[in-house]
């Protein structure tokens, strides 16, 4: 069977049965489990008790009452995943995404392709337009053979544009590459892109957290760029419209506080326009090479010194910064009032304080008059 050697198969099927159940969505999974303590147990529960979970009425009871019917869906997964050599990973294997299991709306189950690892030591997230010009294509290419000596893991969504051109350069490069996929693990999409979809499984993989011979959606696609944002140690936008997938996913990794960066471009492009929106409005650092990521990420290259990650030094600090500096450690970010109000120092004067210390790089101003710890 293709599942982690430390999941009991029972406890396998549960998981898939409450899954695939109508109106379970991930958070309404975790909420269950959190409450039950395993999806095996929730189908064990007196109706009293169940009942008491939060967000589940009524209808969602008759959940229970289907579990012959769910657990046999769950076993037709399975075989069919045997028989196509998928591999199938629940939230609670240790072979799951570590980096997607602090993340409240990540999938609770995922099913993939391939020779790679979901866990690895470095990963940068590329996206972009599925319109890229050649000034894109090319900047692309850049990107991945100038990051080749950190030996990053690339992660795209296999789509047209920028997606495919990830992808494909990682190959040529011999880098491990991960496509997300918004459609079911067993159809490619789009299948112009196949042969690059067999290509990368003999170091990469394809993912997917839906079933094979499950039914395609379009709103599958945007529900992907979250797993794409939270797989991604930093995710680099290459040319993106006002509004696009592209975006959805920059902003996304954004509120999971990940290190987002974007490719300027020109000011009449309009594919450059959501990058320079981004890198306007704070939400992404300008890329401009390799050592921009290096650098946010603590990457060293082989045979390089190791780059340690600074601690928080309190030594020759007057009262205010201290306080500050302690604020933000605690609440890893925060708005100028409510720093003021943690601290009782003036906003005159707490803004001058914020400002050098911002041009220490010790702190970073935010959208919405945020600020936010940097070491």
């Known amino acids: 069977m293709n599942?982690?050697?430390?999941?009991?198969?029972?406890?396998?099927?549960?998981?898939?049965?409450?899954a695939v159940a109508p109106k379970v969505g991930p958070t309404l999974f975790k909420a269950i489990v959190a409450y039950s303590g395993s999806p095996k147990d929730f189908f064990k529960l007196t109706k009293g008790k169940a009942s008491k979970i939060p967000r589940v009425g009524e209808k969602l009871l008759e959940i229970q009452k289907n579990e012959s019917n769910l657990l046999g869906m769950a076993d037709d997964?399975?075989?069919?995943?045997?028989?196509?050599?998928?591999?199938?990973?629940?939230?609670?294997?240790?072979?799951?995404?570590?980096r997607l299991k602090t993340i409240e709306d990540s999938p609770v189950i995922l099913f993939s392709q391939g020779k790679g690892e979901l866990n690895f030591d470095r990963n940068i997230g590329i996206v972009g337009t599925r319109s890229a010009t050649n000034y894109g294509k090319a900047i692309?290419?850049?990107?991945?053979?100038?990051?080749?000596?950190?030996?990053?893991?690339?992660?795209?969504?296999?789509?047209?544009?920028?997606?495919?051109?990830?992808?494909?350069?990682?190959?040529?490069v011999g880098l491990p590459t991960i496509a997300i996929m918004g459609s079911p693990i067993d159809q490619i999409y789009p299948a112009a892109h196949k042969k690059t979809a067999e290509q990368l499984q003999e170091t990469g993989l394809l993912v997917s957290e839906y079933a094979p011979g499950s039914r395609m959606v379009p709103g599958n696609f945007p529900a992907r760029n979250r797993i794409i944002a939270g797989l991604s140690d930093a995710l680099i936008v290459v040319e993106a419209a006002e509004k696009g997938g592209a975006l959805i996913t920059?902003?996304?990794?954004?509120?999971?506080?990940?290190?987002?960066?974007?490719?300027p471009g020109n000011l009449q492009s309009t594919y450059s326009e959501g990058c320079n929106q981004l890198i306007r409005k704070m939400k992404a650092s300008i890329y401009t090479g390799p050592g921009d990521i290096a650098e946010a990420l603590f990457w060293n290259k082989p045979g390089e010194e190791k780059i340690k990650k600074p601690t928080?030094?309190?030594?020759?600090?007057?009262?205010?910064?201290?306080?500050?500096?302690?604020?933000?450690?605690?609440?890893?970010?925060?708005?100028?009032?409510?720093?003021s109000y943690a601290t009782e120092i003036p906003l005159g004067i707490l803004s001058?304080?914020?400002?050098?210390l911002e041009f220490e790089g010790i702190v970073k101003s935010l959208p919405g008059k945020k600020f936010k710890l940097m070491i």
């Open 77 to 98: 997964v399975i075989n069919t995943c045997q028989k196509k050599g998928i591999q199938i990973h629940s939230s609670s294997s240790s072979r799951f995404p570590q």
């Open 352 to 356: 001058s304080k914020l400002l050098s």
């Open 3 to 18: 599942f982690p050697p430390d999941q009991d198969l029972e406890q396998l099927r549960y998981h898939l049965a409450l």
């Open 140 to 172: 692309t290419k850049k990107i991945i053979e100038d990051l080749l000596p950190y030996q990053p893991v690339i992660i795209s969504g296999l789509a047209y544009g920028i997606d495919i051109e990830a992808h494909r350069a990682a190959l040529q």
């Open 312 to 339: 928080l030094d309190l030594t020759g600090r007057d009262e205010e910064e201290r306080s500050i500096l302690l604020h933000l450690q605690e609440k890893v970010e925060s708005e100028i009032d409510l720093i």
């Open 250 to 263: 920059a902003e996304i990794a954004y509120s999971y506080d990940k290190d987002v960066f974007a490719v």
